[in-house]
């Protein structure tokens, strides 16, 4: 589960991030070009330039599920 708070997101911070139909959870690049960084290299950077896309808000905490 995400913790997301809605409003501003700073250069570098975490977001979600829907483009489409999907979502996304990277770090945001503001400049030179607004672009998702994923902490993982094995993935490309995902230009948001001509995207439609919405920026739905950063995230603040995060809670895996766990069973006894």
Do not use: H, M
């Amino acid at each position: 589960y995400l913790l997301i708070q809605q409003g501003e997101v700073a250069e570098g911070e975490i977001c979600v991030t829907r483009i489409e139909d999907e979502l996304y959870v990277k770090r945001l690049q503001k400049r030179p070009k607004l672009k998702l960084l994923s902490d993982n290299k094995a993935y490309e950077p995902i230009n948001l330039e001509g995207e439609n896309f919405e920026i739905l808000g950063r995230v603040v905490g995060y809670f895996k599920k766990t069973t006894l």
